[in-house]
């Protein structure tokens, strides 16, 4: 038992004393320490106490990419509260660079009896990825729901912000602005999200602006969703003589505003940037961001909702739940100015 007692401790990242507080049932313990005693408990494969299987229905693996990028420990949060209020334990599971991939947390998560996972933003969303490993997956009777990157190929509930909603409302307040050369930067083609709010881009640059498609692609520019690819899209934007830019993340926002910046531009006199995600990040922005918000709360209850029925054996639809996002303005945009409002004449 000591052994076991140490074992836990270290996972959890606690006292010994408090881990036999916990499997004693004492009081004393707060309910997030109860809460990692019991995960620890899960992931190292020990059998819970009787007084502890009451408290929890099963694990649940919850699988993001990396963490720097704040939307995504955002919806960790709400997801594991939900778990958590719902009588399951969440196990957070992250990917970084050089280190476990998706499949191998897949394969850790199975291993130790998980009873259903959650998918945020992962590969089902490169639309040029193997999506055998999902059908294969459910083929060993996992329940699994995905977040943001929609495929027919996979036979799962999913849950999305509507970009090309999110396009559209963006583009629009541009255009009231008084802009006419709107640039978009995203991030690679391959991801379905991007591939949508290309999509949407384009549309709403045809039906508000005298553009044709071509010429609504040209203004679009794909790199990383990071601060620095930002910068670098809204470099080759700003060549192209557009007075705002769209960005497919608010850290991509942030490198924009940068670029805007290194050329001497004031944002938003000289330049307007529009964010995407309406993260915490946000309360460190300098004008403060006109961003998309993702409905982070709702998306979070109905993917876990979702999965909780698969769990329980009425499957939710195998389909796409879509969420509209919401345009929050704020001081980063404003109407196009005289210095930066000499638009070329489209060709």
Partial sequence: MNARLSDIAAQAGVSEATVSR??????????????????????????????????????????????SNPIFPALAQVIEQVLTSRGYTPVLCTQTPGGSTED????????????????????????????????KLSGRG???????????????????????????LAVSHLVELGHERIGLAVGPRRFVPVLRKVEGFVQQMRTALPYTAE???????????????GQAAATALLDKECTAIVCASDLMAFGAVRAARHRGLA????????GFDDSPLIVFADPPLTTLRQPVEA???????????????????????????ELVVRGSTAARTASRGRSRKLS
Wanted: aromatic share 6%; glycine share 8%.
């Fill in 22 to 67: 916990v499997l004693n049932g004492k009081a004393g313990v707060s309910a997030a320490t109860r809460q990692a005693v019991v995960a620890a408990m899960d992931v190292l494969g020990y059998e819970r106490p009787p007084r502890l299987r009451e408290r929890s229905a099963g694990l649940v693996g919850l699988i993001t990419p990396e963490l």
């Fill in 299 to 325: 998306m979070g209850q109905a993917a876990v909702n979702a999965l909780l029925e698969e769990i329980g054996g009425t499957p939710a639809p195998h389909a796409e739940f879509v969420f509209l996002p």
């Fill in 142 to 168: 996992v329940p699994f729901v995905m977040i943001n990157g929609y495929t027919e190929k996979v036979s799962a509930p999913f849950v999305s912000t509507d970009d090309r909603a999110a396009m559209r």
């Fill in 215 to 229: 010429q609504a692609e040209e203004l679009v520019q794909h790199s990383l969703f990071t601060v620095e690819g």
């Fill in 267 to 274: 944002v938003p006199a000289d330049i307007s940037v529009v």
């Fill in 104 to 135: 191998q947390l897949t394969e850790l998560l199975v291993e130790r009896g998980v009873t259903g996972i959650i998918f945020v933003s992962g590969l089902h969303a490169d639309s040029t990825a193997d999506m055998d490993r999902y059908v």
